[in-house]
């Protein structure tokens, strides 16, 4: 048995999100020591050539990333980077610091493998972060910078309050991500239309050539969110990460009334958006998959139906910091399995 696994009933009997900051504290800790950081990778770091890529870019030793929401305050990179991560998404950050919503605001779903969580976007603020960031910049692995907008604002400012975020993160990041689907901001989700993606990315294009990602949720009509994808695209998206949290309560067998479901009741869901996705951009545009991931099969799943790259947060939390070490290896099996030489040669292999 793991550690992790020892360990895990005594971390469940803690409130899901102070159990959160002890593996914070923990990871913080981690980044600050390079013998700490040595001895984790040798456990949980698994490096092979045929899960390289470069993907926009930007060279990604495996294609596993930890999704936004984990790492707020980007202060655990060197700590994750030792639990194996391909590359890590820090956020969500906005303009201004911000506390989030009151506690309790984060849930397990011990049955389920799921977590509900109506955080709000707690963070330190963008120059704060940013500040930060240029103490590490440029990394060894991919930073994504997952952007939002303050509560307080308006929804008729938030162009100008992305703006605002993005320009100061212009130096710090490999990547950026335009938040509009966390269901924890009031009306956060009504930018999910035609026209401000289109504004929004075409605002974005005037500061940066980097590659910009739009991501979405999962509880939009399909035509809908065909169409806001296509305006992001048109408007100088680099591509789509798919899927945020679900607000369809009805996954859950004794759901609380607020926030956004992740984990494994996500998945067919996340799975669902992610096969109409594909079939409308794949080609077209980079797809990234998120939306309970949990093992290799899953991971391996989703990129031969078009994700160059995927992500998990909420499996992490049931499974331990085994998980991207398994995923991984467990992809390479399945190459091979499949006579594939590369990871290149898979990525949306059951499309054709
Ligand atoms: C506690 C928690 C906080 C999150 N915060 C953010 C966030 O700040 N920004 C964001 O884009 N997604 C956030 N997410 C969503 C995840 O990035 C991911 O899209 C979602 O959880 C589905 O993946 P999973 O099933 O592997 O957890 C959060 C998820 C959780 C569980």
Known sequence: MSVYKKIRPFLFKIDAENAHYAAEKFLIMASKSIL???????????ENEVLKNQICGLDFYNPIGLAAGFDKNATMIR???????????????????????????????LKEESLQNAMGFNNEGSIKVASRLSQIYPYALPIGINLGKNKSIPVVDALKNYEEVLKDFLEVGDYYVFNLSSPNTPNLRDLQNSIFVKELFLMAREHTQKPIFLKISPDMEIDVMLEVCMQSIENGASGIIATNTTTDYSLLSLPNQIGGISGAVLKSKSSEIFTQLAKAFFGKTILIS????????????RIKMGASLVQIWTSLVFQGPILCKDINQSIVELLQKDGFLSIKDAIGADLS
Not at 81 to 91: C, K, P, R, T
């Open 36 to 46: 700490f950081q040595e001895f984790l990778a040798r456990s949980f770091c698994f």
């Open 79 to 109: 700590g994750l980077s030792a639990l194996g991560f391909g590359f890590i998404e820090v956020g969500t950050l906005t303009k201004q610091p911000q506390n989030g919503n009151p506690k309790p605001r984060l849930f397990r779903h």
């Open 290 to 301: 998120v939306g309970g991931i949990d093992s290799g099969e899953e991971a391996y799943k």
